[in-house]
């Protein structure tokens, strides 16, 4: 939790100290640039792939790594590379929406519960208990058959399970911060329970949820990709890495550099974000430096 | 204590309660006849009729809720859609493979991560503590369907030393079992190992720097002795309670696992049983797993309650 | 203590003692067979659901009927005898087999196949095949080796029904525990059966015709390609009849140790068409799309090069086949043209719903890439079975769907009303009808020949190929049946060579 900050200098953010100090930090650098490299790769995937993405050339199926093909071909002849950047921005999309729903709609619960107390928190609370004891992928999976499955879905499916987890973070760090002087002060002030949440609550709890976002949005990659897997996530013709898996797995006899590729996409994004959430935490409060 | 155990009981029996009614109330909005499926393209409408009445779907949903609660209450799970035969029977049977395979994954996870977390607390900031972040970071970045993939390249592919999946079944013998259940094994304990050595290195860092051990090294013990008599002990409190949280996790990480390696287990049945609309199985699992997922949290708060005297006085656990 | 020790020392010894006895067992002559299956049945009653799984592990091998399908798909006696057919083709007359026992040592008689077939007719009868029965007026049993089956009108094709795995005799004392524990008549026995995982049996000492080759036949559940090909390679099993990976059949042929064979189904896949969909009730598109598709890419693309080209909704095996693939040749411009004609000229857009096989998948990936480019969009929805059945077959909720029609001569099912095709034509079920009344051989293969043109014409569905069945296995095991004339692993006549 951010150290003692008062009312009015609320987490002014000293970026030019931050990057000073982030600089120095090896696995910030790399998770940063790691997670740069990813979000240009889809970027640059939107108007240029080297080959088409969905367009079949069966007889050119299954080819090993090439000057013509640079990570082979599938089992149709579409090549892999091409695939692999598009499927980034699937991977994106669906969990920069799910972490999204998770966190639009947990941090106003989990602030409301700490604002209101009371049977709202005990609602809240209760909820969270629940959520909690369904394992995430075995709800997911439910909530797909349901649904029927798809990106969207899987969007929602995520996205569900998201909110909890920042209710309970919102809830935890704002109580400890509404019992601190300069909120009393505020409402002695006159200041309602939502003026000060908003101008005081969130500012000062803003790093560590910037930094949760970050866990969680590695987390969405990994949920994605299970999903996919299991044929619940995104549907074809569209690419998504945990689809590419699926479909490697009956192929690795033939063409085993299928099920690797895919892989390691999925593992150096969730790498990348994973030591970027890390390196921010580390920056934005440096006390729990020490122990990590 | 007394008034404490009582509320945390209370919260225990609401939370199944209203989980059993989410599931069930799920399970009536799944599209899909169980019926129609079983009797699949050729079945004629008066058929239909005929096995709906058998299997007792056509009697209105609270009725249906609480013959299954009633059932649930006094041991009976009812019996599957697709297999005819009582789901108690199908869980026996799945336990026998999915409860050894957690116990493994978790031994094996245990074995990797207490000795590599300890090792990166007593080497803090030494390469050897790098080097084990390290492993943790891919640990837990890694896919562990991608991970069992992988581990079914190497070992079932290209060295043909293990079996690339399915289950030879405890009555083939300890170790022709126990080699199907190797490699899957394998893949679900990796990410917990990660995840587990993370914790127990920052809980020794912590314990090191507690009072108690700064005295006990005052008074002329080692590093070394203060580590092993003293910080690991107690730094293996919030190691152990994770263990516990991380056994239902297993149990539920095996749907995926499961399914790579198809293991005829309990998180394959549970996939099998949504794809099939067999909707009396998929409920009675899911409410097992939320029964043992809570009851692992219940058993974790008393031991908190136990072990940490300053929850006892009625503070709040939640 | 000591006492248990001594136990558990004998224990183990007796382990021992029965791991060496089965290498021993496989040194010697070897008698017991481990077949794999993609799919799990859902129960063991042929009577009491659709699942082809059933009858794959159940057919000719624990029950049997008054009559079977051999291999070449032809009608043979089997619990009955012999039979006569009165002169108007009406009125049955079957001579049962005698000192035919059950598995649990009751006898079977006349009294069975009457309660057999009444059971699968009844009101409340849970058979899946139920219309095989709709011609039946009565089941009469004069006495305990005869029985009399008297029509309703002629049914050229009731022998062959009879031999189907649904119409299956079996006993009033043991029919209700079939599903768990099947009690028939045929040459193996039901062991038992380790759900998920396998089922066993053996062989039945007592049984009326020549014994089972095998001792002991096991029937092991592999869902999964690649574990399958890892099963095979390792000598996990034996055989493979289906199996389910055409992309590592190279593999195998390359393999001195294993034969690969690969025959012939009954299943037409096909890319079935929604006839009453507003832009596809038009015949033009319908041909349009038709024109789209390039079989010969799909077979590739998706079934790695095994599968028969069709042009209409029949098994080329068949005498009667009519080879119509020339009808629609591969040409998209004349797909654009027609699409164009029927007002589609600057594209369509269509559902295609996916059930989960990978021959489904697969093909749907391949289909929707060429309808794209004729300019049909299609949006892939891939669906559980119990989806497919709910939207598509109850509901008939689709544009396009790809599934494979894996019964044999089911050419009927365009004549039936309120079909998940929608189509609905007066001719083709007048053709039917005749069909239906008609016994002579080279007359029904006419009507069957006009029958395939008809569907061809109205491009009812755009026929994709006819399966291929690929089986491996063990090259010093026979008798195994290459084709699959009806969905059944007989095992009767399977053997090792000396």
């Avoid at chain 1, 209760?126 to 798809?150: C, E, K, Q, W, Y």
């Avoid at chain 2, 239902?248 to 696992?257: N, R």
Wanted: aromatic share 8%; net charge negative; hydrophobic share 50%.
């Amino acid at each position: 939790m951010p150290g003692d900050i008062g009312p009015g200098e609320a987490l002014a953010p000293a970026w030019r100290e931050y990057w000073m100090r982030g600089r120095s930090s090896a696995g910030f650098v790399i998770g940063l640039a790691v997670t740069a490299l990813l979000v240009a790769v889809a970027l640059v995937s939107l108007v240029w792939t080297p080959y088409q993405v969905d367009v079949m050339d069966i007889p050119v199926k299954l080819q090993a790594p090439s000057a013509a093909h640079w990570l082979g071909t599938d089992q149709f002849g579409r090549d892999v590379l091409s695939r692999l950047m598009a499927g980034a921005v699937n991977s994106i999309a669906v969990s920069l929406v799910a972490v999204g729903i998770g966190a639009g709609l947990g941090v106003p619960l989990g602030a409301l519960a700490a604002a209101r107390r009371g049977i709202i928190e005990e609602v809240v609370m209760r909820f969270n208990d629940f959520t909690f004891a369904f394992p995430a992928l075995l709800s997911a999976v439910m909530i797909t058959a349901i649904l029927g499955p798809g990106a969207v879905n899987s969007i929602i499916a995520i996205g569900i399970f998201n909110i909890p987890v920042f209710a309970r973070l919102t809830r935890g760090a704002s109580l400890s911060l509404w019992q601190r002087d300069f909120v009393l002060a505020a409402r002695v002030a006159g200041k309602g329970r939502t003026r000060i949440t908003a101008e005081h609550i969130l500012p000062n709890i803003a790093s560590l949820l910037i930094v949760q976002m970050t866990i969680q949005f590695a987390l969405a990659i990994l949920a994605e990709a299970g999903l996919s897997y299991l044929g619940l996530g995104t549907q074809p013709p569209a690419p998504s890495w945990g689809k590419m898996l699926n479909e490697a797995q009956t192929l690795m006899y033939l063409a085993p550099q299928l099920a690797i590729f895919p892989g390691l996409a999925i593992m150096g994004t969730v790498l990348g974000l994973n030591l970027l959430g890390d390196g921010l935490r580390d920056l934005l409060d440096p006390r729990l430096r020490r122990l990590r | 204590m007394a008034v404490f155990l009582l509320q945390r009981l209370a919260a225990f029996i609401v939370t199944l309660l209203v989980a059993s009614l989410v599931v069930f109330l799920v399970m009536e909005v799944l599209p899909g006849d169980p019926a129609a499926l079983m009797l699949g393209v050729s079945a004629r409408p008066d058929t239909l009729a005929a096995l709906r009445s058998e299997m007792g779907l056509d009697l209105p949903a609270a009725q249906r809720y609480l013959l299954w609660l009633g059932g649930l209450v006094s041991g009976d799970l009812g019996t599957s859609y697709t297999y005819g035969v009582p789901v108690w029977e199908l869980v026996r049977e799945r336990i026998g493979l999915s409860l050894p395979l957690a116990l493994i994954a978790i031994c094996l996870s245990t074995l990797i991560a207490i000795p590599l977390g300890v090792l990166a607390a007593a080497r803090h900031n030494k390469p050897a503590d790098v080097g084990v972040m390290g492993f943790t970071q891919l640990g837990v970045a890694v896919p562990n369907f991608w991970f069992a993939i992988l581990l079914i390249l190497v070992f079932a592919v290209h060295w043909q030393v293990l079996p690339a999946g399915g289950f030879a079944g405890w009555d083939a013998g300890f170790w022709p079992a126990l080699k199907t259940l190797l490699l899957p094994a394998v893949a679900l304990a990796l990410p917990q190992a990660a995840i587990l050595a993370r914790v127990t290195r920052s809980s020794v860092l912590e314990t090191l720097g507690e009072d108690y051990v700064r005295t006990a090294r005052a008074k002329g013990l080692t590093r070394r002795a203060a580590l092993w008599r003293h910080a690991l002990r107690n730094a293996l409190i919030p190691v152990v309670t994770i263990m516990g949280l991380q056994f239902s996790f297993l149990l539920a990480g095996t749907i995926i696992i499961e399914n790579v390696f198809y293991l005829p287990g309990l998180g394959r049945l549970i996939f099998q049983a949504i794809a099939q609309r067999d909707l009396i199985v998929v409920k009675d699992l899911v409410i097992l797993l939320a029964a043992s997922v809570v009851a692992v949290n219940f058993i974790v708060d008393l031991l908190y309650a136990v072990l940490d005297p300053r929850l006892r006085g009625g503070g709040h656990a939640g | 203590m000591k006492q248990l020790v001594v136990r558990s020392l004998a224990a183990g010894l007796f382990a021992a003692g029965l791991l060496g006895g089965t290498a021993g067992a496989a040194l010697a002559a070897k008698d017991s067979l481990t077949l794999g299956m993609v799919l799990e049945p859902p129960h063991l009653d042929p009577t009491a659901g659709a699942a082809a799984a059933i009858d794959e592990v159940v057919y000719a091998n624990i029950f049997e009927g008054l009559t079977r399908i051999d291999r070449r798909g032809e009608v043979q006696p089997a619990l009955a005898e012999s039979w006569t057919i009165s002169g108007d083709g009406l009125v049955y007359t079957f001579r049962l087999q005698g000192g035919v026992k059950y598995h649990d040592g009751s006898d079977f008689d006349s009294a069975d196949v009457k309660f057999a077939l009444d059971r699968a007719m009844a009101e409340d009868s849970t058979n899946a095949q139920k219309g095989l029965f709709a011609p039946i007026a009565s089941v009469e049993t004069p006495d305990a080796s005869t029985v009399v089956i008297t029509l309703k009108q002629v049914a050229g094709d009731f022998l062959f029904n009879l031999g189907w795995g649904d119409a299956v005799i079996v006993a009033p004392e043991s029919a209700a525990e079939n599903k768990n524990n099947p009690i028939g008549t045929g040459p193996f026995k039901f062991d038992r059966w380790v759900k998920g995982d396998r089922v066993e049996m053996s062989r039945n000492p007592d049984y009326w015709g020549e014994a089972a080759g095998l001792a002991k036949a096991t029937i092991k559940i592999i869902p999964d390609p690649a574990a399958a090909t890892a099963a095979l390679l390792a000598g996990d099993v034996d055989a493979f009849a289906n199996f389910p990976a055409p992309e590592a059949l190279g593999q195998f042929e390359n393999d001195p140790r294993f034969t690969v064979a690969v025959g012939s189904t009954e299943g037409e896949t096909i890319l079935a068409m929604n006839n009453a969909g507003a832009a596809l009730k038009d015949v033009r598109v319908r041909r349009a799309l038709a024109h789209a598709i390039d079989r010969k890419a799909v077979i590739d693309g998706a079934m790695f090069g095994y599968g028969t080209p069709i042009g209409s909704h029949f098994a080329p095996h068949h005498p009667a086949y009519v080879d119509l693939t020339d009808r629609y040749l591969h040409d998209p411009e004349k797909a654009k043209a027609l699409l164009a004609e029927a007002g589609y000229g600057d594209g369509l857009s269509l559902s295609l719903k996916l059930p989960p096989p990978s021959y489904a998948r697969r093909s749907g990936e391949v289909v929707a890439a060429q309808l794209a480019a004729v300019g049909v969009k299609t949006e892939i929805i891939q669906v559980e079975w119990a989806q497919w059945l709910d939207q598509v077959f109850k509901g008939r909720d689709y544009d396009l769907t790809i599934v494979s029609h894996t019964e044999p001569m089911d050419i009927g099912i365009y004549a039936r009303d309120d079909y998940y095709f929608n189509y609905d034509d007066a001719g083709f079920k007048a053709l039917m009808a005749k069909l239906g009344a008609t016994l002579d051989e080279a007359a029904r293969n006419g009507l069957l020949a006009e029958a395939q043109e008809k569907l061809a014409e109205d491009s009812v569905n755009v026929f994709l190929f006819q399966f291929a069945k690929p089986g491996v296995w063990n090259k010093d095991l026979v008798g195994l049946w290459e084709n699959s004339p009806v969905q059944a692993n007989d095992l009767t006549e399977v053997n090792w060579k000396e």
